[in-house]
């Protein structure tokens, strides 16, 4: 018999396949969750994680390779794992991209493209998973929004309006399902050394003629009083606990960790 918190629950998470929502995927199943992994990359990589996960924790994991940028390949995904799995109790929207320009430069088309990863594919996931999770009287979302979500940085129009739009939706989410035993949370993250700021801190490196580790720590000092990374894992386990019975009544909140910076 399965045993953890959310044994017997499906999770979804999108854009899985790396980084953060790896972990948060990686943590759903610790705990007894099946889960559907959604995201880009190698499909022999994919499979070895998709494989990876069944085999450690002795759970069903399935991948969608839906196109966060699509309402329609969301909507899919979505009944995909109600298909397969019965149901989809956590949703997780995590998927997304980063564009660094100023506002004149900012290219129209990275606008579309972050706006409709980082914010659409939120609404357009939670419209089909709701009333699946209404009809359960049972369901956890949880949207990985960014310190971004809350304060703004230079050059990143985008995904500062993506971000605390997501915030805003996740509010109104809450409200909406309040009571249908269902809480919607955003997490807010700071600095989380992954793919998507490693190529931030590589592209600061070759403008600056700095070393990447010199880039790695102005990186961090300049937003956060404490200079470390969260680490994907810590990331995961705060989204685990969004799921538990413990946070039943935790609906609506915006959860930094992010070692300080919104703290200022
Ligand atoms: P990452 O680049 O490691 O992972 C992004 C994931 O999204 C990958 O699985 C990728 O395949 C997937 N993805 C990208 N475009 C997609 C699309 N169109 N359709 C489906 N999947 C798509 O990045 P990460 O740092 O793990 O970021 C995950 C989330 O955390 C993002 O929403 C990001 O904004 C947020 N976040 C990250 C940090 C950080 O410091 N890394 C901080 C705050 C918030």
Redesign the pocket.
């Known amino acids: 018999m399965r045993t953890g918190s959310l044994a017997g629950k499906t999770a979804l998470v999108?854009?899985?396949?790396?980084?953060?929502?790896?972990a948060i995927a990686t943590a759903m199943a610790q705990q007894g969750a099946n889960v559907m992994l959604?995201?880009?990359?190698e499909a022999a990589e994919i499979e070895s994680l998709r494989a990876g996960i069944e085999k450690q924790f002795a759970v069903k994991a399935l991948h969608s390779p839906?196109?966060?940028?699509k309402p329609a390949e969301i909507a899919a995904m979505v009944r995909a794992a109600e298909k397969n799995f019965g149901a989809v109790d956590v949703l997780v929207n995590?998927?997304?991209?980063?564009h660094v320009a100023p506002i004149e430069d900012f290219p129209a088309e990275k606008w579309d493209?972050v706006i409709?990863?980082?914010l659409s594919?939120a609404f357009h996931s939670m419209r089909a998973a709701v009333p699946g999770m209404k009809k359960r009287k049972w369901g956890r979302i949880i949207n990985?929004?960014?310190?971004?979500g809350l304060v703004a940085s230079a050059q990143k129009a985008a995904?500062v309006a993506a971000?605390h739009g997501l915030v805003g939706l996740t509010k109104v989410v809450a409200i909406e399902t309040a009571n249908d035993g269902i809480t919607c949370n955003a997490i807010?993250?700071?600095?989380?050394?992954?793919?998507?700021?490693e190529r931030q801190i590589e592209n600061r490196a070759a403008a600056s003629g700095a070393t990447v580790e010199a880039e790695k720590l102005a990186l961090l000092s300049e937003k956060q009083p404490m200079h470390a990374?969260?680490t994907?894992e810590s990331i995961g386990a705060l989204a685990v606990f969004l799921c538990s019975d413990a946070a039943a009544t935790i609906t609506g909140a915006a959860y930094s960790i992010d070692g300080g910076w919104t703290a200022q």
Do not use: R
């Open positions: 999108t854009g899985s396949t790396s980084g953060i929502g790896l959604n995201g880009f990359g839906a196109d966060m940028s995590n998927a997304g991209i980063q493209a409709a990863i980082n594919s990985i929004a960014s310190a971004h995904y971000k807010c993250p700071g600095w989380v050394l992954t793919t998507l700021v990374f969260s994907p």
